[in-house]
Structures are given as structure tokens and as C-alpha cells.
């Protein structure tokens, strides 16, 4: 065996300088994420961050953590791998944000077979894109290589949230109650959930991803990254305060298990059908795939990324705000008396 360390490890299948050639290449990514109470100096053995500087002194701290699925593993065959990073901290931001929280920082894990610094350069870009959009900080992540683990040209993807609410402002609220209108946001395409069964969808009907589709092509509209709603979402719940009671984030298990996630057991909620927001991929995917409305809901977001519940007398407000921010927003249905229902999310 060599007596060089690193020439050892090279020929075990990890490339120490591959290594730190990326993190050099993704320190000016991190510094563009800063905000206040940051500290986005990469390389260190943790990150610190100043709850205090960054005015959240007395507040909960709320954390996630999530992957993006086999969508790793479409972003793979296509070789575009930048909007995985979106997806990746919008899956966990998006999460915080359904329980009023303001994403701080986020820390990242990507694992390999064998270090690509352009793709990891490009996930990680997509990362800190993700972060600018979210309004919080990269302050730090992990690269391992596992070739003994990952086949040639794998690789997977972790991310970890924290932020903050003040006690008061923790979602769901107690007071959500029958009679609350719920208001859906629109998606911005599968964002991340349900590619196991979209990949065999593909495999079934021998799809072309290069063949077009809407402006661009079917592979690219597949991996159309996840919208990321914090800013509009926070900015209504600072206008409206109590109104909005609750928040879905619709990853996966669809619209009928995640809806229901914000409310009471003793509350239900009812949903019409023909209100929800249009998206061409959804009916494509469900023309495709053979499948029916209620399998789609149960699987796919169907066109709605995020679920509001908000008080009658203020929903039409609610509504203007979100509407004011880009997000238009459609009117879906109601919270009931869950004996008024015949399941926790029933849709008509």
C-alpha cells in the first residue's frame, strides 16, 4: 500500500482534492445566502448561527429535514441537476413555513459514488438559489464519497431546516374551527413527490423527455422545481395574523394526506373538485398513467403546493394579499364537522 495517505484513499475511490476543490467552489454561494445572525464561513466543523442577531430572541426554533426522492434519479438520466436543490430546500422550508415558522439556515448532506465537482457544483448552486429564495442562510453541509456504496454517476440528497415563530404565532392555531375557508396555492408542477410511480409511468410508455412540452420539454417540465412559498406566505401571516389558522405543505400522500395533518380530529375538511387550479402536467400524468381522481389526489399535488385555512370573514383579504404577491389564489373548499364528512379530506 502507498505510504501517501490521500494516494491510498484515491485509490479506494475518494478523491480528497475533488473534495476540497468544491468547497472552494461553493464558498462564494454560501456568502451570497448571508443574512443577519449568519455566519457563512464553510469549512469549519459546525456552523454557528445568532438567534438574537437576527431578532428571534424567545422564539421557538422549528427544524425538518427531507430528501427529493428518485427525482435525484430523473435530474440523473437528464444530467440537470440545479433544480434539485431548489426542490431540495423547498421540501424542507416549505415544511417549517406550514407551522408559521421563518427558515433561518440550512445545512445540506450530499452522498456519491465518486465526486462530479460540476454536478455537485450545480446541485449546490441550486441549494443556495433556494436559500436566497427562502430568505435563509447555507451555513454549512457535508460531501461523502461512497463508491462502495452509490453505483457509478449516483448520488442522493439530504437537507436540514431550522427557523423560528414566536409562541404565539405557532401553526396550527387551537382556534380553527368549522366554517374555515381553505385557500389553495398553486404549484409550480410534481415539485418532488411521486416520481417512483412517474418513473414507471415513463418506463410503461416509452416517454421521449426531449419531445416538447408547454414551452419547453417534458423532461424539463418533470423537473420544474418546487415553489417555494415563504416570503408571500409570511408576509400574509403578518398582515392577517390569527385569520390564517392553518397551513398544509402537499408533498407526499398528496391532498388527502396532508390536508387533514392541519386540523383538529374532530374536523374535516371538504374540497370541490372542479375549483382546483389547472396544470397540464397533472392531466397529462393522469391521462398517461391511467389513473383516477382519487389516486392522483392521494399521490400528487394536483396543481396545489400549499393549503390555507382562514377565517370566512377574511378570507376574500387573505386572498387579495397572496393575490398581490404573484401567488393567485383559488377558493377550494371548507372545514367541517368531521361527521359531516365522510373522511378527513373528502372531495367532490
Known amino acids: 500500500m502507498s505510504d501517501n495517505p490521500a494516494r491510498a484513499y484515491a485509490a479506494a475511490g475518494v478523491n480528497i482534492e475533488a473534495g476540497d476543490a468544491l468547497v472552494e467552489r461553493i464558498k462564494p454561494l454560501a456568502t451570497r445566502t448571508a443574512r443577519p445572525g449568519a455566519r457563512a464561513d464553510l469549512g469549519g466543523f459546525g456552523a454557528v448561527f445568532d438567534l438574537g442577531a437576527a431578532g428571534h430572541t424567545g422564539s421557538l426554533l422549528v427544524a425538518s429535514t427531507d430528501g427529493v426522492g428518485t427525482k435525484v434519479r430523473l435530474a440523473s438520466e437528464l444530467d440537470a441537476h440545479r433544480g434539485i436543490g431548489i426542490d431540495l430546500v423547498a421540501m424542507c422550508v416549505n415544511d417549517i413555513l406550514a407551522q408559521g415558522a421563518e427558515p433561518l439556515f440550512f445545512l445540506d448532506y450530499y452522498a456519491t459514488h465518486a465526486l462530479n465537482v460540476d454536478a455537485a457544483h450545480q446541485v449546490i448552486a441550486g441549494i443556495a438559489d433556494g436559500c436566497a ?129 392541519m386540523l383538529p380530529q374532530a374536523l374535516a375538511a371538504t374540497l370541490n373538485r372542479s375549483a382546483f387550479p389547472t396544470h397540464p402536467l397533472m392531466e397529462f400524468v393522469k391521462v398517461e398513467g391511467g389513473l383516477v381522481a382519487d389516486e392522483m389526489e392521494a399521490t400528487f399535488n394536483c396543481g396545489i403546493g400549499l393549503v390555507l385555512a382562514v377565517t370566512a370573514t377574511e378570507a376574500d383579504a387573505v386572498c387579495a394579499t397572496l393575490d398581490a404577491s404573484g401567488q393567485a389564489p383559488h377558493v377550494i373548499g371548507a372545514v367541517v364537522a368531521r361527521g359531516e364528512a365522510l373522511s378527513a379530506c373528502q372531495i367532490n
Open 133 to 261: 429564495q427562502a430568505g435563509c442562510a447555507l451555513i454549512g453541509g457535508e460531501t461523502a464519497e461512497m463508491p462502495g456504496h452509490y453505483a457509478p454517476g449516483d448520488y442522493d440528497l439530504a437537507g436540514f431546516v431550522v427557523g423560528a415563530v414566536a409562541p404565539g404565532d405557532l401553526l396550527p392555531r387551537a382556534g380553527i374551527a368549522s366554517g374555515h375557508v381553505l385557500i389553495a396555492l398553486e404549484s409550480s408542477g410534481l415539485h418532488a413527490n411521486g416520481f417512483s410511480l412517474i418513473r414507471r409511468i415513463a418506463a410503461s410508455n416509452g416517454w421521449d423527455f426531449t419531445s416538447s412540452f408547454g414551452a419547453g420539454t417534458l423532461g424539463e417540465a418533470l423537473l420544474e422545481p418546487t415553489k417555494i412559498y415563504v416570503r408571500p406566505v409570511l408576509d400574509a401571516l403578518r398582515t392577517h395574523g390569527e385569520a390564517i389558522g392553518g397551513i398544509a405543505h402537499i408533498t407526499g400522500g398528496g391532498l388527502t394526506g396532508n390536508i387533514p395533518r
